[in-house]
């Protein structure tokens, strides 16, 4: 594969990260690079190389990632180097349907909601909002991955098919 085309690929999602998600740019670019790159597990100098950048930058956008499930940190039996690679069950399994978030957004809501419970229904307003569509997610976010897994489970029976 084309390594500038890799690298302007990388860049896009770059910056479609970084706007859509408030990811540094060195994180926004590391998952483009990821999502692209051969072999698709690579090591800490293999991504600072690629993405010219330090390695410090590319340890820091690691970590920050691994800590939202987006990508994976391991180290072959018998290795001294951990590679890096996207976490597939975060970006499109189980884990990118928890719905922890929501639930803690409800729960923020419901806390001031109950600051506000003598203020006029105008001033709960947003906050009502905040918890109705938390709420609402935490009820439907099982139901979309039930139907994600059975429409995933298609596609790859259709994928072997060809």
């Known amino acids: 594969m084309n390594t500038d085309a890799i690298l302007i690929y990388a860049d896009h999602a770059g910056r479609f990260y970084a706007r859509q998600y408030g990811f540094n740019p060195v994180a926004a670019r590391l998952i483009g690079y990821l999502s692209v790159c051969e072999p698709i597990e690579q090591s800490i100098n293999d991504l600072a190389d690629a993405l010219l950048t330090s390695r410090s930058a590319i340890t820091a956008a ?20 951990d590679v890096i690679s996207i976490d597939l069950d975060g970006a499109t399994g189980s884990k990118a349907f928890d719905n922890q978030e929501y639930k803690d957004q409800a729960i923020l809501a419901r806390e001031g909601l109950e600051l506000l419970k003598d203020a006029s229904p105008e001033r709960r307003h947003v906050l009502e909002e905040a918890r109705n569509l938390a709420d609402f997610l935490v009820e439907q976010m099982p139901l979309l991955e039930d139907k994600w897994q059975k429409h995933r489970q298609q596609l790859h029976r259709k994928n072997k098919e060809n």
């Open 62 to 81: 690691v970590t920050m990632l691994e800590n939202i499930h987006l990508i994976q940190r391991t180290r072959p039996a018998g290795s001294r180097v």
